[in-house]
T-cell receptor, first 114, second 113 residues
Framework: QKEVEQDPGPLSVPEGAIVSLNCTYS??????FMWYRQYSRKGPELLMY????GNKEDGRFTAQVDKSSKYISLFIRDSQPSDSATYLC??????????????FGQGTILTVHP | KAGVTQTPRYLIKTRGQQVTLSCSPI?????VSWYQQTPGQGLQFLFE???????NKGNFPGRFSGRQFSNSRSEMNVSTLELGDSALYLC????????????FGNGTRLTVT
């Protein structure tokens, strides 16, 4: 069983919809949680970086962490065609990001159609 | 501020050859990490360098090696290439302390024939 599970989709939504992306994990040592967006033929781009349980908002993006359930989510409000990409969750134990090692989910392919 | 720069963007090599990939981190970042991305395995951690020293290593064979220079630039080398080494190789940089986040480059697409 993988340490981080992420539904690969694909997920297709109409423009303006609220998108919910999720990951579950099994390693209770994970303390830092990230969401990356990857466009075709590009590298992952950091969207959100959180530590504590709860919500963190940045524009149209909200990251949610529930450590008790080992579950993280990314919500995208008012989705746009430019949001079409692969979304990757990533996580690390305390100190882990300092040593470069993140554990990634498989990525969810999102398409927002006009 | 310039992002992480990887060269070359594309490479085609023959089985048995070796290859060297290059990564220039964001200015001020002292940590460089390397990842392999394939459709089947996703992103997998190769190794991390900080101040010219390898601090962390993933579960890859010894054919995969790297180094970091005094200006924090890093190179990754793969010897005796196998077909299964075909992948997108990503470099990420960070401050390397206090759980600072990783920022990725656009990768080098390696095809082994």
């Amino acid at each position: 069983q993988k340490e981080v599970e992420q539904d690969p989709g694909p997920l297709s939504v109409p423009e303006g919809a609220i998108v919910s992306l999720n990951c579950t994990y099994s390693n209770s040592a994970f303390q830092y949680f990230m969401w990356y967006r990857q466009y075709s033929r590009k590298g992952p781009e950091l969207l959100m970086y959180t530590y504590s349980s709860g919500n963190k908002e940045d524009g149209r993006f909200t990251a949610q962490v529930d450590k008790s359930s080992k579950y993280i989510s990314l919500f995208i409000r008012d989705s746009q065609p430019s949001d079409s990409a692969t979304y990757l969750c990533a996580m690390s134990p305390a100190g882990g990001t300092s040593y470069g090692k993140l554990t990634f989910g498989q990525g969810t392919i999102l398409t927002v159609h006009p | 501020k310039a992002g992480v720069t990887q060269t070359p963007r594309y490479l085609i090599k023959t089985r048995g050859q070796q290859v060297t990939l290059s990564c220039s981190p964001i200015s001020g970042h002292r940590s460089v990490s390397w990842y392999q991305q394939t459709p089947g395995q996703g992103l997998q951690f190769l190794f991390e360098y900080f101040s010219e020293t390898q601090r962390n290593k993933g579960n890859f064979p010894g054919r995969f090696s790297g180094r970091q220079f005094s200006n924090s630039r890093s190179e990754m080398n793969v010897s005796t290439l196998e077909l299964g080494d075909s992948a997108l190789y990503l470099c990420a940089s960070s401050h390397g302390q206090n759980n600072s986040p990783l920022h990725f480059g656009n990768g080098t697409r390696l095809t082994v024939t």
